[in-house]
């Protein structure tokens, strides 16, 4: 089925190690975005790519790093992972003009110890 | 971006109608008004889209009052797997198309 697909679904850090959430969709949306959500909270924006070659701050951006590897792929790299960053991330793909909004993967569960 | 403000929760019974409605005094023009569901452990998922009037699909209808400063999703006779967190965003085409989600409705549905 088209749609996003994230990996991996779950993942335990230790404190200080680096690791990288892949992002595809394959409905050739030009728009991408990483979000955050933590307990009881709704999402928050960390980056996004509003096309290939473009790469933006959304509202959480520090201690994450992106590249968006082509227009299929947006990746999401933690440097230095602290505790603080323990939460589901969200990957979406949208057209980018607006219309019939984002759809989004499944998520990937860090626990950071 | 138009922030939104939506009540925290609701509550309603299996086979009522559910309106949620949401404002967004700061709308732009060229700005869509978008509802989406989560349940959890799960990503959002697309409703209903709309920019004016009533805008219906199988599943709710959306409508938008003409000042386009508020929306109010309608779920007709919901059942219990319609519980589950309802966010209303605005935004629309170019860079500053980068939704921004608040903290949405937590509908509970009882029998």
């Known amino acids: 089925n088209a749609g996003v697909t994230q990996t991996p679904k779950f993942q335990v850090l230790k404190t200080g190690q680096s690791m990288t959430l892949q992002c595809a969709q394959d409905?050739?949306?030009?728009?991408m975005y990483w979000y955050r959500q933590d307990p009881g909270m709704g999402l928050r924006l960390i980056y996004y790519s509003a096309s290939e070659g473009t790469t933006d701050k959304g509202e959480v951006p520090n201690g994450y790093n992106v590249s968006r590897l082509n227009k299929r792929e947006f990746s999401l790299r933690l440097e230095s992972a602290a505790p603080s960053q323990t939460s589901v991330y969200f990957c979406?793909?949208?057209?980018?003009?607006?219309?019939?909004?984002?759809?989004f993967g499944s998520g990937t569960r860090l626990t950071v110890v | 971006l138009a922030k939104t403000t939506q009540p925290i929760s609701m509550d309603s019974y299996e086979g009522q109608e559910v309106n949620i409605t949401c404002s967004h005094n700061n709308i732009a023009t060229n700005d869509y008004i978008t509802w989406y569901q989560q349940f959890p452990s799960q990503g959002p998922r697309f409703i209903i889209q709309?920019?004016?009037t009533k805008v219906t699909n199988e599943v709710a209808s959306l409508f938008i009052p003409a000042d386009r400063k508020s929306s109010t999703l309608s779920l007709p006779r919901v059942s219990l797997s319609d519980t589950a967190v309802y966010y209303c965003?605005?935004?629309?085409?170019?860079?500053?198309?980068?939704?921004?989600f608040g903290t949405g409705t937590l509908l509970a549905v009882q029998p």
């Open positions: 409905m050739n949306h030009n728009s």
């Open positions: 709309g920019y004016k």
């Open positions: 979406a793909s949208s057209t980018g003009d607006g219309i019939d909004g984002y759809t």
């Open positions: 965003l605005v935004g629309g085409e170019g860079a500053t198309n980068k939704l921004i």
